[in-house]
């Protein structure tokens, strides 16, 4: 009999829960009103897309006339970057933000250079960690936004948010926050933190693919994104998505009912997954900071490997991981975190990420750790590198 397949990649997306799909199909079907129209059907949309945004807001901590839904994480990075530089532009072009975003947040900056604004890329220390003192430092009469991911998608690295969020409060500067990876991970109290913006997406925990919100604290002032019709308040405007929606709220109610017992299971197949790897396969380190890291997240260099190779064998034994860099896009260029926190360009090519997710069990680590070794070993006997290395021992 075959094996079943091992998914690790719950970084990248995870699958639909049965609970999420099931509240969503009757919006498909049987409730397809347009939910901003005044009939029955619409108002049946409507008290759905409601719903949802209430079950986003208690999530966060946030009053329901504080969400906003989007396409995407990625959209509502783009939207709460360029729709906070729009709105203050007179009062000041200068962002900052951290040199391991992820793209949505990186490439908006820089489009937002080539119109005139002035952006600080912080450096982050060897743990992938931003300093909030870097942070104050930065601030100046001109800086209208800091823009910190809450945990990273790469190397799982958690962010001193609430410390940032207490000088951006003190300071007078919006704090937006990129937390897709946060979302059922971590507890988040946007008053408690003091964040004035944040992003997420559906897919990562287990909600449908296409689905995002941003977060907006009452009055702070931001243009909208998509112009045309009055859905969301007049601030994104398009017929609502209204099963995705629905979807969203149901997996972010879910995915935040119990976050201290869901983490605990996951810690324990991380840590194992760490500790056998760098007990067990030499010449290998461990990328991101080992306590202030996502419950799911383990991110591995191994020296004298190509990623690639890695995780084509990986995949040959039915294991789906990641090399939590470009490399997958098909991009030869080395992850921006891996070389942020000082990694050489070959190792960081030599690295692999594995998220673990709901379905995944300590058998599943032990299977990961047993292909690994023989993996390892194999690629490693063709390398000339590793040939010299040993020589030498
Ligand atoms: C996945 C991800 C995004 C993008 O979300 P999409 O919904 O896929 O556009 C943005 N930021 C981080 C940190 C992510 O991990």
């Given at each position: 009999m ?17 609970e ?11 409730y ?5 129209t ?27 006339k ?21 709105a ?37 220390d ?33 962010m001193?948010?609430e410390?940032i ?38 897919h ?18 931001i ?35 119990d ?6 299971k996951?810690?324990?197949?991380r ?7 760098l ?11 080992r ?8 991110n ?6 190509e990623?690639?190779?890695l995780l ?7 294991i ?14 080395p ?41 390892v ?17």
């Amino acid at each position: 009999m075959a094996e079943k397949r091992i998914y690790v990649d719950h970084s990248a997306t995870t699958p639909l829960k049965p609970e999420v799909l099931d509240a969503m199909l009757p919006y498909f079907t049987e409730y397809f009103g347009n939910a901003s129209t005044v009939y029955a059907e619409g108002r049946e949309t409507k008290k759905a897309v409601n719903l949802a945004r209430e079950q986003v807001a208690k999530a966060i901590g946030a009053d329901v006339k504080e969400i906003f839904f989007t396409g995407s994480g990625t959209e509502a990075d783009n939207w709460a970057i360029r729709g906070i530089a729009k709105a203050l532009r007179h009062k000041g072009n200068h962002i900052i933000t951290s040199s391991v975003e992820h793209h949505a947040v990186l490439h908006t900056c820089q489009e937002l250079e080539k119109d005139g604004f002035e952006v600080t890329y912080l450096p982050v220390d060897e743990f992938g960690m931003v300093s909030p003192k870097d942070v104050e430092n930065a601030i100046k009469d001109e800086t209208i936004l800091v823009t910190i991911m809450m945990a990273n998608n790469e190397i799982g690295t958690i962010m001193p948010i609430e410390e940032i969020g207490r000088i951006t409060k003190e300071k007078g500067v919006l704090l937006h926050t990129d937390a897709v990876q946060a979302i059922g991970m971590i507890e988040i109290d946007v008053n408690k933190m003091n964040i004035d913006l944040l992003s997420m997406t559906g897919h990562k925990f287990y909600g449908p693919k296409g689905s995002g919100a941003l977060f907006v604290r009452k009055g702070v002032k931001i243009a909208p994104f998509i112009t045309g019709g009055a859905q969301e308040r007049n601030k994104r405007a398009g017929t609502e998505n209204v099963a995705a929606i629905v979807g969203l709220g149901k997996a972010i109610e879910l995915a935040t009912a119990d976050i201290a017992s869901h983490t605990e299971k996951l810690k324990a197949m991380r840590d194992r997954l760490i500790d056998r790897i760098l007990e067990e396969i030499p010449y290998t380190r461990l990328n991101g900071h080992r306590t202030e890291r996502l419950a799911s997240n383990s991110n591995i260099s191994f020296e004298f490997i190509e990623g690639e190779s890695l995780l084509l064998m990986l995949d040959m034994q039915g294991i789906s991981a990641s090399s939590g860099s470009a490399c997958t896009s098909g991009s030869l260029d080395p992850s921006h975190v891996l070389l942020a926190i000082g990694l050489k360009h070959e190792i960081a090519h030599g690295s692999l990420r594995v998220s673990f997710g709901d379905s995944n069990t300590m058998e599943d680590v032990d299977r990961i750790v047993e292909a690994l070794k023989t993996i390892v070993a194999r690629l490693r006997e063709m390398s000339p590198l590793y040939e010299a290395v040993k020589k030498s021992e």
